[in-house]
DNA sequence: ACATCATATGCCTATATAGGCATGCATTGC
DNA sequence: GCAATGCATGCCTATATAGGCATATGATGT
Protein backbone atom coordinates (compact mmCIF):
# COMPACT_ATOMS: atom_id res chain seq x y z
CA UNK A 1 0.00 0.00 0.00
CA UNK A 2 0.74 3.65 -0.56
CA UNK A 3 0.93 6.15 2.32
CA UNK A 4 -2.27 7.49 3.25
CA UNK A 5 -3.54 10.05 1.07
CA UNK A 6 -2.19 13.76 1.58
CA UNK A 7 -6.26 15.00 1.80
CA UNK A 8 -7.18 12.22 4.22
CA UNK A 9 -6.26 14.23 7.07
CA UNK A 10 -5.23 18.00 8.17
CA UNK A 11 -2.01 15.52 9.65
CA UNK A 12 -1.27 14.36 6.12
CA UNK A 13 -2.35 17.55 4.34
CA UNK A 14 0.21 19.43 6.80
CA UNK A 15 3.13 17.23 5.99
CA UNK A 16 4.00 19.23 2.86
CA UNK A 17 6.14 22.27 3.61
CA UNK A 18 4.80 23.93 0.93
CA UNK A 19 1.29 23.45 2.36
CA UNK A 20 2.59 24.77 5.56
CA UNK A 21 3.80 28.01 3.62
CA UNK A 22 0.30 28.58 2.21
CA UNK A 23 -1.25 28.11 5.42
CA UNK A 24 0.93 30.47 6.52
CA UNK A 25 0.58 33.51 3.90
CA UNK A 26 -3.23 32.96 4.79
CA UNK A 27 -2.91 34.37 7.98
CA UNK A 28 -2.74 37.54 6.60
CA UNK A 29 -5.78 37.27 4.75
CA UNK A 30 -7.52 35.77 1.74
CA UNK A 31 -5.25 35.59 -1.56
CA UNK A 32 -5.52 34.72 -5.11
CA UNK A 33 -3.80 32.03 -6.18
CA UNK A 34 -1.82 33.76 -8.63
CA UNK A 35 -0.05 35.84 -5.65
CA UNK A 36 0.43 32.83 -3.48
CA UNK A 37 1.95 31.34 -6.06
CA UNK A 38 4.43 33.87 -7.12
CA UNK A 39 4.95 34.53 -3.53
CA UNK A 40 5.79 31.17 -2.54
CA UNK A 41 8.37 30.81 -5.99
CA UNK A 42 6.05 28.25 -7.23
CA UNK A 43 4.50 27.29 -10.16
CA UNK A 44 0.44 28.36 -10.30
CA UNK A 45 -0.73 25.00 -11.29
CA UNK A 46 1.69 23.11 -8.15
CA UNK A 47 -0.49 26.57 -6.33
CA UNK A 48 -3.82 25.24 -7.52
CA UNK A 49 -3.72 21.51 -6.45
CA UNK A 50 -2.13 22.32 -3.24
CA UNK A 51 -4.69 24.50 -2.48
CA UNK A 52 -7.11 21.67 -3.60
CA UNK A 53 -6.48 19.62 -0.91
CA UNK A 54 -5.62 22.08 1.45
CA UNK A 55 -9.45 22.63 0.21
CA UNK A 56 -10.40 18.96 0.59
CA UNK A 57 -9.62 18.76 4.47
CA UNK A 58 -10.79 21.97 4.67
CA UNK A 59 -8.36 23.45 5.91
CA UNK A 60 -8.78 26.58 3.38
CA UNK A 61 -12.02 28.15 1.42
CA UNK A 62 -12.54 30.06 -1.66
CA UNK A 63 -15.04 32.56 -2.95
CA UNK A 64 -15.11 33.60 -6.50
CA UNK A 65 -14.57 37.28 -6.72
CA UNK A 66 -14.70 37.78 -10.32
CA UNK A 67 -12.24 36.50 -12.49
CA UNK A 68 -10.32 35.79 -9.16
CA UNK A 69 -10.48 33.25 -6.11
CA UNK A 70 -10.08 34.05 -3.09
CA UNK A 71 -8.83 31.44 -0.71
CA UNK A 72 -8.88 32.35 3.06
CA UNK A 73 -7.99 29.96 6.11
CA UNK A 74 -10.03 28.04 8.21
CA UNK A 75 -7.82 26.82 10.60
CA UNK A 76 -10.51 24.69 13.01
CA UNK A 77 -9.02 21.60 11.16
CA UNK A 78 -5.48 22.26 12.99
CA UNK A 79 -7.34 22.36 16.31
CA UNK A 80 -7.61 18.39 16.38
CA UNK A 81 -3.86 18.52 15.76
CA UNK A 82 -2.73 20.85 18.60
CA UNK A 83 -4.59 18.99 20.61
CA UNK A 84 -3.31 15.57 19.77
CA UNK A 85 0.50 17.09 19.20
CA UNK A 86 -0.03 19.27 22.64
CA UNK A 87 -0.72 16.04 24.53
CA UNK A 88 2.70 15.40 24.51
CA UNK A 89 3.39 18.38 26.10
CA UNK A 90 4.54 17.59 29.57
CA UNK A 91 7.31 14.98 27.85
CA UNK A 92 8.96 17.75 26.07
CA UNK A 93 8.43 19.87 29.34
CA UNK A 94 10.50 17.58 31.79
CA UNK A 95 7.63 18.11 33.74
CA UNK A 96 6.98 14.29 33.29
CA UNK A 97 10.34 13.32 31.39
CA UNK A 98 10.11 9.87 30.62
CA UNK A 99 13.24 10.19 28.64
CA UNK A 100 15.75 11.01 31.59
CA UNK A 101 14.29 8.21 33.33
CA UNK A 102 15.64 6.15 31.24
CA UNK A 103 18.50 8.13 30.32
CA UNK A 104 19.18 7.16 33.89
CA UNK A 105 18.81 3.53 33.07
CA UNK A 106 21.06 3.87 30.06
CA UNK A 107 23.71 4.71 32.26
CA UNK A 108 22.74 2.13 34.68
CA UNK A 109 22.98 -0.26 31.93
CA UNK A 110 26.77 0.67 31.34
CA UNK A 111 27.54 -1.29 34.41
CA UNK A 112 25.30 -4.25 34.84
CA UNK A 113 22.64 -4.93 32.57
CA UNK A 114 19.15 -4.91 34.01
CA UNK A 115 16.23 -6.31 32.85
CA UNK A 116 14.08 -3.31 33.44
CA UNK A 117 10.55 -5.13 33.61
CA UNK A 118 9.60 -2.29 35.97
CA UNK A 119 8.97 -0.27 33.15
CA UNK A 120 6.60 -2.15 30.67
CA UNK B 1 8.61 13.95 -7.38
CA UNK B 2 7.07 11.57 -4.65
CA UNK B 3 5.75 12.87 -1.80
CA UNK B 4 8.52 13.76 0.82
CA UNK B 5 10.33 11.13 2.94
CA UNK B 6 8.39 10.29 6.00
CA UNK B 7 11.53 10.40 7.65
CA UNK B 8 11.86 14.05 6.51
CA UNK B 9 10.56 15.56 9.29
CA UNK B 10 7.99 15.36 12.63
CA UNK B 11 5.24 16.24 10.37
CA UNK B 12 5.98 13.70 8.13
CA UNK B 13 6.63 11.14 10.37
CA UNK B 14 3.32 11.72 12.35
CA UNK B 15 1.13 11.54 9.29
CA UNK B 16 0.46 7.83 9.74
CA UNK B 17 -1.95 7.40 11.98
CA UNK B 18 -0.58 4.24 13.01
CA UNK B 19 3.10 5.79 13.97
CA UNK B 20 0.38 8.24 16.31
CA UNK B 21 -0.60 5.47 17.68
CA UNK B 22 2.78 4.58 18.77
CA UNK B 23 4.12 7.41 20.04
CA UNK B 24 1.31 7.69 22.22
CA UNK B 25 0.98 4.34 23.45
CA UNK B 26 5.09 5.19 24.67
CA UNK B 27 3.84 7.91 26.53
CA UNK B 28 3.05 4.86 29.27
CA UNK B 29 6.45 3.97 28.91
CA UNK B 30 9.03 1.82 26.85
CA UNK B 31 8.29 -0.82 25.31
CA UNK B 32 9.22 -3.53 23.38
CA UNK B 33 8.87 -3.69 19.50
CA UNK B 34 6.37 -7.40 20.10
CA UNK B 35 4.35 -5.72 22.35
CA UNK B 36 3.58 -2.73 20.37
CA UNK B 37 2.59 -4.98 17.76
CA UNK B 38 0.00 -7.20 19.74
CA UNK B 39 -1.38 -4.04 21.20
CA UNK B 40 -1.85 -1.90 18.26
CA UNK B 41 -2.77 -5.37 15.93
CA UNK B 42 -0.09 -4.61 13.20
CA UNK B 43 2.78 -7.39 12.61
CA UNK B 44 5.99 -7.29 14.15
CA UNK B 45 7.96 -5.97 11.22
CA UNK B 46 5.29 -3.20 10.85
CA UNK B 47 5.75 -2.47 14.00
CA UNK B 48 9.71 -2.41 13.53
CA UNK B 49 9.15 -0.68 10.19
CA UNK B 50 7.26 2.57 11.97
CA UNK B 51 9.48 2.47 14.76
CA UNK B 52 12.33 2.93 12.33
CA UNK B 53 10.65 5.64 10.64
CA UNK B 54 9.75 7.63 14.09
CA UNK B 55 13.92 6.43 15.26
CA UNK B 56 14.75 8.75 12.61
CA UNK B 57 13.32 11.81 12.73
CA UNK B 58 14.06 11.40 16.52
CA UNK B 59 10.93 10.90 18.21
CA UNK B 60 11.49 7.45 19.69
CA UNK B 61 14.68 6.03 21.32
CA UNK B 62 15.82 2.67 21.65
CA UNK B 63 18.10 1.06 24.09
CA UNK B 64 18.79 -2.74 24.53
CA UNK B 65 17.92 -4.31 27.56
CA UNK B 66 18.82 -7.95 26.92
CA UNK B 67 17.29 -10.07 24.24
CA UNK B 68 14.87 -6.98 23.94
CA UNK B 69 15.00 -3.66 22.42
CA UNK B 70 13.04 -1.34 24.48
CA UNK B 71 11.33 1.84 22.70
CA UNK B 72 10.94 5.10 24.44
CA UNK B 73 9.26 8.27 23.66
CA UNK B 74 11.17 11.52 22.67
CA UNK B 75 8.95 14.07 22.40
CA UNK B 76 10.93 16.55 21.68
CA UNK B 77 11.02 16.80 18.31
CA UNK B 78 7.23 17.56 18.72
CA UNK B 79 7.25 20.48 20.02
CA UNK B 80 8.15 22.36 16.55
CA UNK B 81 4.68 20.85 15.65
CA UNK B 82 3.16 22.08 18.06
CA UNK B 83 4.36 25.64 17.86
CA UNK B 84 3.69 25.41 14.38
CA UNK B 85 0.28 24.67 14.54
CA UNK B 86 -0.10 26.84 17.61
CA UNK B 87 0.56 29.69 15.50
CA UNK B 88 -2.70 29.45 14.06
CA UNK B 89 -4.71 29.07 17.67
CA UNK B 90 -6.21 32.71 17.32
CA UNK B 91 -7.46 31.91 13.81
CA UNK B 92 -10.25 28.72 15.28
CA UNK B 93 -10.29 30.66 18.54
CA UNK B 94 -12.52 33.06 17.01
CA UNK B 95 -10.10 35.76 18.51
CA UNK B 96 -9.23 36.59 15.47
CA UNK B 97 -10.97 35.54 13.57
CA UNK B 98 -10.21 35.86 9.69
CA UNK B 99 -12.82 33.65 8.63
CA UNK B 100 -15.83 35.90 9.69
CA UNK B 101 -13.95 39.36 8.88
CA UNK B 102 -13.63 37.84 5.09
CA UNK B 103 -17.09 36.39 5.20
CA UNK B 104 -18.04 40.14 5.74
CA UNK B 105 -15.58 40.95 3.08
CA UNK B 106 -17.57 38.44 1.03
CA UNK B 107 -20.61 40.66 1.83
CA UNK B 108 -19.04 43.66 0.43
CA UNK B 109 -17.91 42.64 -2.46
CA UNK B 110 -21.16 41.65 -3.21
CA UNK B 111 -21.53 45.54 -3.65
CA UNK B 112 -17.77 47.19 -4.93
CA UNK B 113 -15.01 45.17 -5.81
CA UNK B 114 -11.95 46.51 -3.64
CA UNK B 115 -8.66 45.98 -4.89
CA UNK B 116 -7.32 44.51 -1.46
CA UNK B 117 -3.98 45.77 -1.56
CA UNK B 118 -3.62 46.72 2.10
CA UNK B 119 -4.14 42.80 2.94
CA UNK B 120 -1.30 41.94 1.21
C1' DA C 1 28.03 -24.57 19.56
C1' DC C 2 23.17 -24.69 19.42
C1' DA C 3 18.36 -23.86 19.93
C1' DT C 4 15.41 -20.11 20.97
C1' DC C 5 13.37 -15.85 21.37
C1' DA C 6 13.30 -10.78 19.81
C1' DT C 7 13.95 -7.61 16.08
C1' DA C 8 15.55 -5.87 11.86
C1' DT C 9 15.79 -6.29 6.78
C1' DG C 10 15.04 -7.62 2.22
C1' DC C 11 12.03 -8.26 -1.56
C1' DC C 12 7.65 -7.55 -4.03
C1' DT C 13 3.26 -5.02 -5.07
C1' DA C 14 -0.07 -1.38 -5.42
C1' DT C 15 -0.83 3.17 -4.94
C1' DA C 16 -0.36 8.06 -5.45
C1' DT C 17 2.23 11.91 -4.75
C1' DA C 18 4.77 16.44 -6.31
C1' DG C 19 6.05 18.58 -10.14
C1' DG C 20 6.45 20.07 -15.11
C1' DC C 21 3.80 21.24 -19.06
C1' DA C 22 -0.14 22.12 -21.98
C1' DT C 23 -4.71 22.95 -22.16
C1' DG C 24 -9.66 23.26 -20.66
C1' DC C 25 -13.07 26.28 -18.46
C1' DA C 26 -14.95 30.41 -16.57
C1' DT C 27 -15.46 35.38 -16.00
C1' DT C 28 -14.69 39.89 -17.56
C1' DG C 29 -14.24 43.62 -20.75
C1' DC C 30 -14.46 45.23 -25.38
C1' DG D 1 -19.11 37.23 -29.98
C1' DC D 2 -14.18 37.48 -29.10
C1' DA D 3 -9.76 38.18 -26.80
C1' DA D 4 -7.69 38.20 -22.45
C1' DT D 5 -7.02 37.00 -17.84
C1' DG D 6 -7.20 33.72 -13.78
C1' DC D 7 -7.47 29.02 -12.31
C1' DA D 8 -8.27 24.16 -12.56
C1' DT D 9 -7.25 19.77 -14.81
C1' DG D 10 -5.22 16.27 -17.40
C1' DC D 11 -1.28 13.67 -18.59
C1' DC D 12 3.44 11.90 -17.75
C1' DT D 13 7.47 10.68 -14.73
C1' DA D 14 10.13 9.44 -10.73
C1' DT D 15 9.97 8.18 -6.29
C1' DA D 16 8.82 5.68 -2.17
C1' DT D 17 5.56 4.35 0.90
C1' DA D 18 2.76 0.70 3.77
C1' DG D 19 2.13 -3.83 4.03
C1' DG D 20 2.75 -8.96 3.53
C1' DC D 21 6.03 -12.54 3.88
C1' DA D 22 10.39 -14.82 4.52
C1' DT D 23 14.64 -14.52 6.39
C1' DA D 24 18.89 -12.46 8.33
C1' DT D 25 20.89 -10.68 12.57
C1' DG D 26 21.39 -10.46 17.63
C1' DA D 27 21.39 -11.80 22.27
C1' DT D 28 20.47 -15.51 25.87
C1' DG D 29 20.68 -19.65 28.09
C1' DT D 30 22.09 -24.45 28.11
Chains 1, 2 share one sequence.
Do not use: C
Not at 5 to 15: E, G, L, V
Not at 17 to 39: K, S
Request: glycine residues 10%; hydrophobic residues 40%; proline residues 3%.
Amino acid sequence: MARAATTSDAFNAIAEPQRREILALLRGGERPVTELARDLGMSQPQASKHLRVLREVGLVRVRGAGKQRLYGLDARGLRPVHEWVGGFEAFWNGTFDRLDAYVQDLKQDKAGESTDDDDR
